[in-house]
């Protein structure tokens, strides 16, 4: 007989619970509750783009990780078989910090010399002879990136921790969706009047200032509304005849999916009023890309039947909200050339700094000099191109490590498709590959990333891809999450 491996997440009977578990498990609730209240709040100060917002983040996010911790040390334990899977991008991550800390600590000029010459000459031009100087440019906006930094990946282990049961699951992934919904329906009473404080008057941008990210936030929380929708679908026995089939539709109509389905549509149409080109367009690319993936994999399994449904969604939202700003915009933009030159300033950077880059935070006060003519003179804050952005920052070394850890993390949502078994979990797949696709596709022309709530955003739902993958798929594994989650306190799966 096989042996089973145990972790806290699955067992295969109640565990026996004395003073110091009970304790222990009391503090991880509380933790959990916590880090629920905090993916609620995220959002609401202007996406935590705010000095003062991001810090209040920051401790949120150390207070909810040190209450873990002593979750542990009152009733140690094994890790978490997420944890135990994530444990090479993890590493990672930890080399990563360690690499954005170097950055802004002072060096012997010599070696700067060496590593970055750019950015020696630079130091050497404008404060004269130095015997140390940090490889970034701006050693306080670097410091403020790390900070930053570590709290993303505090994020990601909290995910990867308390998201110990099926029940936990469904919490979180309701909690992101009904968020994103709240932030839509914000928006939409506030650009017409309803609400007295609106970010941004005459704009559909929610709580944040800029509508293009309310429309990364729609990205990502609208996939999981179709997640949860074909969830609540896929136990249902479709019989053949029109007769059975209308049966099958009135109950859909009274059933809390169809709800579902309608808040996923409005949040659709809100996109839409967003005006956010590449908004829609990346949504638009992820869910046919993921549809297309699911039809091509088994045209006759139910997830193939996503594409036709997504595109309906769509169409109906185009026929309830309109499009007639977004083609406007299209229409008398077009395509965005000045945007256009940024990048090509952005890729002049990346030359001049290749390995190391110019440190975190410093793209902005280093444009200036490689600004081409095209590009006017506006002021920039960010390069419109996430990715330029990172490898101008961070330089080649510290974009690959950030590419290797999302590739290392990404493949276990992968895997979780490949199972197929588990219900929840493939439609939440499916979503979650959906979502941080359409984001990724957007951060080709905004800056999503720079923005902490819509980061954090995408990486709780990489973690939880890694969390769906770990829990496997049997009857029998769902079963046993049940029996833990109940011993822990959660309710009923």
């Known amino acids: 007989m096989n042996s089973i491996h145990h972790s806290p997440t699955i067992s295969s009977s109640p565990q026996v619970l004395d003073g110091a578990s009970d304790g222990a498990l009391v503090i991880e609730n509380v933790a959990f509750r916590l880090f629920l209240v905090l993916v609620v709040c995220m959002p609401i100060p202007l996406g935590s783009n705010r000095p003062w917002a991001w810090s209040v983040?920051?401790?949120?996010?150390?207070?909810?990780?040190?209450l873990m911790l002593l979750s542990m040390v009152i009733r140690p334990r094994p890790w978490s078989d997420a944890l135990a899977m994530a444990k090479l991008p993890l590493m990672m991550s930890g080399v990563w910090l360690v690499y954005l800390g170097l950055q802004?600590?002072?060096?012997?000029?010599?070696?700067?010399?060496?590593?970055g010459p750019a950015g020696y000459d630079l130091y050497n031009y404008t404060s004269g002879s130095l015997a140390t100087i940090p490889l970034a440019l701006d050693r306080g906006a670097a410091q403020v990136e790390l900070?930053?930094?570590?709290s993303y990946v505090g994020i990601c282990l909290l995910t990867l921790t308390l998201v110990t049961s099926r029940q936990r699951l469904k919490m979180l992934v309701w909690v992101l969706f009904l968020t994103g919904f709240a932030e839509a329906i914000y928006g939409l009473l506030a650009v017409n009047g309803v609400l007295l404080w609106n970010p941004t008057p005459g704009s559909v941008s929610g709580t944040y200032v800029n509508r293009n990210h309310l429309a990364g936030l729609l990205e990502m929380t609208l996939p999981l509304g179709l997640g949860l929708?074909?969830?609540?679908?896929?136990?249902?026995?479709?019989?053949?005849?029109?007769?059975?089939?209308?049966?099958?539709?009135?109950?859909?109509?009274?059933?809390?999916?169809f709800l579902v389905l309608v808040m996923t549509t409005l949040m659709f149409g809100v996109l839409l009023m967003t005006t956010s080109r590449g908004g829609v367009a990346a949504l638009l690319f992820a869910g046919v890309v993921v549809g297309g993936f699911a039809r091509i994999r088994n045209p006759h399994s139910h997830e193939a039947r996503m594409l036709p449904v997504f595109l309906v969604m769509a169409f109906v939202s185009v026929t309830w909200f309109g499009?007639?700003?977004?083609?406007?915009?299209?229409?008398?933009?077009?395509i965005d050339e000045l945007r256009i030159e940024v990048w090509g300033s952005s890729a002049k950077i990346i030359g001049r700094y290749p390995m190391f880059g110019v440190g975190g935070g410093a793209w902005k006060s280093i444009f200036p000099l490689y600004r081409v003519s095209a590009a006017g003179t506006g002021t920039f804050e960010h390069a419109h191109n996430d990715f330029l952005e990172i490898?101008?920052?961070?330089?080649?070394?510290?974009?690959?490590?950030?590419?290797?850890?999302?590739?290392?993390?990404?493949?276990?949502?992968l895997k979780a498709l490949m199972a197929r078994r588990d219900?929840?979990?493939?439609?939440?797949?499916f979503a979650i590959l959906t979502a941080v696709l359409a984001l990724l596709a957007h951060a080709t022309v905004d800056f999503n990333f720079q923005i902490p709530a819509n980061i954090c955003y995408l990486i709780i739902l990489i973690s939880l891809g890694v969390v769906i993958g770990s829990q496997g798929s049997g009857q029998r594994q769902g079963k046993d999450i049940r029996k833990i989650s109940q011993a822990r306190g959660d309710g009923n799966a």
């Open 229 to 257: 929708y074909w969830y609540r679908g896929r136990d249902r026995y479709v019989a053949p005849g029109w007769r059975q089939k209308l049966r099958d539709v009135s109950d859909t109509l009274l059933q809390r999916r």
């Open 147 to 150: 900070l930053k930094a570590a």
């Open 423 to 429: 219900p929840f979990a493939v439609s939440i797949a």
């Open 391 to 413: 490898v101008a920052e961070q330089g080649l070394l510290g974009g690959l490590l950030l590419g290797m850890v999302l590739l290392l993390m990404s493949k276990h949502t």
């Open 104 to 115: 802004s600590l002072p060096l012997p000029a010599s070696l700067i010399r060496v590593l």
């Open 57 to 66: 983040l920051e401790i949120m996010v150390m207070s909810i990780f040190g």
């Open 323 to 334: 499009i007639a700003g977004l083609t406007n915009k299209i229409a008398k933009q077009g």
